[in-house]
């Protein structure tokens, strides 16, 4: 799965709170909802998503089922955590960011000054 095809996946504000908790190990789909605070039909499309495009996985525990990063997923975080890393050391950004702040500071000092 290309690299844009799988951010766009997981971009989703439910899919991205299921993964943060999902980072601090398995959990059932009743904790996800007390946690979320959201319904269960928005949980479910979420999880039905990862789990299709094999991001977490499904593991029964007696009668309840618990989801967990699978491999790829964790690999898929760490990828797009690699790539906002490197964001934030490439030169070009660097200096786009400084002319930022540059810009930034002399608007606000001319803003102040009206």
Known sequence: MEQLEIMKIMSQEERMRILNLLLNGKICRKMLVEIMNSSED????????????????????GERML?????NGYENIMMIQNIIASICIEPKFLYEKRQFCELKDNCNRKCESK
């Open 42 to 61: 928005k949980i479910e499309r979420a999880i039905n998503k990862l789990v299709r495009n094999n991001i977490i996985t499904l593991e029964r525990d």
């Open 67 to 71: 989801y967990a990063l699978s491999k």
